[in-house]
C-alpha cells in the first residue's frame, strides 16, 4: 500500500502537485488518470523518488520515504518494478539478459537459477523462445511485454507502469492491461498506473484518481466514473466520439 | 553562468561516478565490453593515420631539408620528436575525440532519450558509475594505443624516408638514436593519461545531461567533440608548461 499525504511538487515558479492525498491499495490496479500537463507523470516520477517532493509524506507501507536511509531507500527501489511508456529496454543486451538484469544486479543467484525464473516470467508474458533476440528485433507489444517480464522478475511489491498502451494497437492494448491485472491480483502487487487511455480504464480501473491541473478531482471505481456526474471529470471521459455514443445508448436505457 | 554550470555540473556527475559502485562481477564484464569498443574498436584507423602522418612528416622534413651542412639523420630525430612529444598524443587524441567521444555521446544520450537511464536510477543503480565508471577505466589502457601510434608513425617516417630514397637506414636509425630524452616520452605519456581522463568523462558529461529527442543527441555529439576537443588543447598547453618549459 502507498499513501500519499499532502503531496506538494513544484518547478521553478509553478506549482504542478498542489496538496495530493491518496491511497494506493495493494493487490489492486491503482490508475491515475488526466489530461497532459496535470501532473500525472511528476505524481508517478515522485513516488519513484526521481522527484524530490517540496511538501507532504509518501508511505510505503506505512513507513515514510523521507525517513529512509540511504540502504533502505535502496532496498525499497528494489522492491519497485517499473514499465517506462517506450519500454526503455537496454538496447546493447537480449531479451534474456534484460528480464535477467535485477537479478544480476540484486541477488546472488546462481546463473542457471536466474535464468530459470527468465524463462518463468518469459512464459509468463507468453514470450517463450524469444530470450536470444535483441529488442530492436521484436515488435512494440512484444517490448512492453519483455519490460513487463523485466518489472516483476525480482518480485515487487509496486508496480508502476506509465502509460504502458501508448503506441500499441487497441488489441494489443488489451493484452497488456490485461496481463498487468493478472499479475496484480496473482502476486499481490500494489499498481499504480498513469494512462489516458479510456479503453483501459473500462479494462482494469479498479480503482481511478483523476487529476486536474495538480488537484485530486476525482477518485472512485471503473463503475463509478461512467455514472458520476462531476463536471471535470465527465468532459475528460466523454472527450472520445465512442464514449459519447455510449453515454448516450446508457441515457436512452439501451 | 552557463559555462560555470556546466562546469560545476560535471565535477558533480565525477563524484557520483566515484560514488556507489556496481556489483563488481557485473562492473568486469563491463569494463572489457568498453576496453573492447573503446581501445580495440580504434585500433585500425590509429595504425592507419600513424603510419602515414608519420611517413608525411618524414617526406615533408626530408624535402625542407636543403642545407648541406645539416646532417641527413635529422630527418629521423625530427619524426622522432614531433610523432612522440605531439603527434601521438595530441593528434591522436583528438581524432579519438570525433571517434570515441561521439561514440560515448551518443550511446548514452540513447539511453537518456530512451528513459534506459531512469530505468536503472528506479532500479535503485547509480547510473553515473554503471555507465561512467567502466569506460574511465577502460581508458586507462589509452597509453597501448598511443604506444601503437608511436610506433607505427616512425616506421611509417622509416618507411618514407628509406625507400623514398631521402636517408639511408643506417642514417635513419642514428637520427632516431640521436640525443633521445627519456623524459619526453614520460611527458607524453603523462599527457595520455590525462588525455584518456578527458576522453572518457567530458563526452560521458554531454550524453548524460543532455534533454530532447534524436535530433538533440546528434547535437550533443557534435558538442561534445568541439569541447572535448577544447580541454585537450588546453590541458596539453597546461601540461607542456608544466613539464617541459
Not at chain 1, 541477488?107 to 518469459?122: C, D, F, G, P
Not at chain 1, 495538480?214 to 464514449?243: C, M, P, R
Not at chain 2, 560514488?19 to 557485473?26: A, L
Not at chain 2, 643506417?170 to 611527458?187: E, V
Request: net charge neutral; with cysteine; glycine share 8%.
Amino acid at each position: 500500500m502507498i499513501q500519499v499525504k499532502n503531496l506538494h511538487k513544484g518547478f521553478n515558479e509553478q506549482e504542478v502537485l498542489k496538496g495530493i492525498n491518496y491511497t494506493f491499495e495493494r493487490g489492486k490496479t491503482n490508475l491515475i488518470i488526466g489530461q497532459s500537463g496535470s501532473g500525472k507523470s511528476v505524481f508517478l516520477k515522485c513516488m519513484l523518488g526521481l522527484f524530490k517532493a517540496d511538501k507532504g509524506t509518501i508511505e510505503y507501507d506505512g513507513k515514510p520515504y523521507s525517513s529512509f536511509s540511504d540502504e533502505e531507500q535502496r532496498e525499497l527501489r528494489t522492491e519497485m518494478g517499473m514499465l517506462f511508456q517506450g519500454g526503455a529496454l537496454f538496447d546493447s543486451m537480449t531479451v534474456e539478459e534484460n528480464v535477467m538484469f535485477p537479478l544480476t544486479m540484486f541477488t546472488k543467484q546462481r546463473k542457471s537459477e536466474m535464468l530459470k525464473r527468465v524463462h518463468e516470467v518469459l512464459e509468463r508474458v507468453n514470450l517463450e523462445g524469444t530470450g536470444n533476440k535483441m529488442p530492436s528485433e521484436i515488435s512494440g507489444g512484444m517490448q512492453k511485454r519483455v519490460a513487463i517480464a523485466r518489472a516483476i522478475v525480482n518480485k515487487p511489491k509496486y508496480l508502476f507502469c506509465d502509460e504502458p498502451n501508448s503506441g500499441l494497437d487497441p488489441q494489443t492494448a488489451t493484452v497488456i492491461d490485461n496481463l498487468i491485472m493478472e499479475l496484480t491480483h496473482e502476486n499481490d502487487i500494489t499498481t499504480v498506473l498513469i494512462t489516458h487511455d479510456m479503453n483501459s480504464v473500462l479494462e482494469i480501473g479498479e480503482r481511478i484518481a483523476f487529476l486536474k491541473e495538480g488537484v485530486l478531482a476525482w477518485k472512485g471505481t471503473k463503475d463509478e466514473i461512467f455514472k458520476t456526474e462531476d463536471e471535470a471529470v465527465t468532459e475528460f471521459v466523454y472527450s472520445s466520439n465512442l464514449f459519447q455514443k455510449v453515454r448516450k445508448a446508457q441515457q436512452q436505457g439501451m | 553562468m552557463t559555462y560555470l554550470h556546466s562546469i560545476g555540473e560535471y565535477f558533480l556527475m565525477l563524484k557520483g561516478v566515484f560514488g556507489r559502485m556496481t556489483k563488481g562481477s557485473v562492473l568486469k564484464n563491463l569494463i572489457f565490453k568498453e576496453i573492447n569498443e573503446l581501445i580495440m574498436g580504434s585500433l585500425g584507423i590509429v595504425s592507419f593515420l600513424s603510419f602515414f602522418i608519420g611517413a608525411v612528416i618524414a617526406i615533408q622534413t626530408a624535402l625542407n631539408l636543403n642545407n648541406p651542412l645539416i646532417p641527413k639523420s635529422l630527418v629521423a630525430f625530427a619524426a622522432r620528436q614531433s610523432i612522440i612529444l605531439e603527434f601521438a598524443p595530441t593528434f591522436i587524441s583528438i581524432i579519438m575525440a570525433g571517434k570515441v567521444g561521439s561514440f560515448i555521446t551518443s550511446s548514452i544520450g540513447s539511453m537518456r532519450v530512451t528513459e534506459q537511464i531512469d530505468a536503472l536510477e528506479v532500479m535503485g543503480i547509480n547510473s553515473k558509475n554503471y555507465l561512467i565508471f567502466p569506460k574511465i577505466i577502460a581508458m586507462l589502457t589509452y597509453p597501448f594505443v598511443i604506444a601503437v601510434s608511436m610506433f607505427l608513425g616512425i616506421a611509417g617516417a622509416y618507411c618514407a624516408a628509406v625507400f623514398g630514397g631521402f636517408v639511408t637506414s643506417d642514417q635513419f636509425i642514428t637520427g632516431l638514436q640521436d640525443d633521445f630524452d627519456g623524459f619526453h616520452l614520460t611527458y607524453a605519456f603523462i599527457k595520455t593519461f590525462l588525455f584518456a581522463f578527458i576522453l572518457a568523462t567530458v563526452p560521458s558529461y554531454h550524453g548524460y545531461y543532455m534533454k530532447g529527442g534524436a535530433l538533440e543527441v546528434g547535437e550533443a555529439s557534435t558538442t561534445s567533440f568541439v569541447w572535448t576537443s577544447v580541454v585537450l588543447i588546453v590541458t596539453n598547453y597546461l601540461v607542456t608548461q608544466l613539464l617541459l618549459s
